[in-house]
């Protein structure tokens, strides 16, 4: 008696993906014939239809769901044993794959990656870059080994995802040289109304933490005078640098442009609470990994290196 095996497996999710035999065969390298073979052998063997053939397309059965969603399990499994069995050359190879949130990726993590290719140089790291939402995710479902982030761990997968704080970072209110604000020695928190702002998206940790910071002292972010919603930190600061509007930017990537003069950080005082106190945003650098998936050597090797940097 035959039994399914992983090529068959591997083809039959490239159909179920495609939705068409010949670009699943396309994507696989095989012929359109072997890939009509391996799901006819998979239907034969089990009795069941995968596929409903209608007209010139194809489309998925109730069966055929069943054995996707088991299928991708089986082959996800099959990836960390190889990947498991490659590493018992104490880390001479191997891959380490990475999620961090932009403003981290681009700036606080690219020396901790260094520092790590140094001990393992054989080890490619593939490190995915995203706004902290998509980071939670995906480590949440196992895209990455360790997700690094700064703000919040999204409420839906918090249960599910460790959290350790490896560093912190800083929000600056900046303005750029052309901004009332700019040769101010601070502002209060009833003045952020008096500005146009730039902010990052929903999503992002950078917004994330300015909200909630904001909340903090009473003050509703809604009410700011938003003119411009931006993707990506260096899109907001580009845009403050020529004048519009004031920005809350992680202190990590205006270094620089604080030092030249092109952007002026300035504090700001709470006026609303009493408290007649600067407005300090500091926010942790997060090491994410999931709770119960299989952790790697790798992971490991690069978790230890990250606590004996803090």
């Keep these: 008696m035959s ?8 083809i039959f999710l490239a159909v179920a993906e495609q939705l068409h035999f ?4 396309e994507v696989l390298y095989i012929t359109q014939p072997a890939v009509s073979a391996a799901v006819q052998s998979l239907e034969t063997e089990y009795g069941v239809r995968l596929f409903d ?29 190889e990947r498991g069995l490659r590493e018992l ?4 190879r191997g891959e380490l794959k990475l999620g961090a949130s932009l403003t ?3 700036y606080w993590l690219p020396d901790k990656i260094s520092q790590f290719k140094q001990l393992y140089p054989g080890i490619f790291v593939n490190c995915t870059l995203a706004n902290a939402d998509d980071i939670c995710e995906g480590t949440a479902l196992g895209l990455f080994d360790i997700g690094l982030m700064a ?18 970072d800083r929000l600056q209110i900046v303005v750029g040289k052309s901004h009332p604000w700019f ?38 972010p809604s009410e700011l005078q938003v003119i411009l919603v931006l993707t990506s930190s260096e899109m907001v600061k580009a845009a403050v640098e020529n004048g519009v509007g004031a920005a809350a930017i992680p202190e990590l990537m205006i270094k620089k442009e604080l030092q030249l003069g092109t952007l002026r950080s300035i504090p700001i005082i709470d006026n609303v609470n009493n408290l007649h106190q600067k407005l300090d945003i500091v926010r942790p650098i997060l090491k994410l990994k999931h709770q119960q998936r299989f952790q790697t050597r790798l992971a490991k090797a690069f978790e230890q290196m990250l606590i004996t940097l803090i």
């Excluded at 039994?3 to 591997?10: A, K």
């Excluded at 059965?61 to 960390?80: D, F, R, Y």
């Excluded at 050359?89 to 001479?92: A, E, F, G, K, V």
């Design 151 to 168: 703000g919040e761990v999204k409420p839906s997968v918090k249960k599910s995802l460790d959290q350790e704080i490896v560093g912190s």
């Design 3 to 10: 039994s399914m095996t992983l090529d068959q497996l591997r």
């Design 89 to 92: 050359n104490n880390l001479q």
């Design 183 to 220: 040769e101010s020695k601070g502002i209060t928190l009833t003045e952020l109304f008096t500005t146009d702002w730039v902010m990052r998206e929903s999503g992002s940790g950078t917004q994330q933490m300015f909200e909630q910071a904001l909340k903090n002292r009473n003050i509703d």
């Design 104 to 106: 981290i990726g681009n």
């Design 22 to 25: 010949t670009r699943a065969a």
């Design 53 to 81: 053939r209608i007209g010139r397309h194809i489309e998925i059965t109730e069966a055929g769901k069943l054995l996707q969603v088991e299928a991708k399990k089986i082959l996800e499994q099959v990836a960390l044993t």
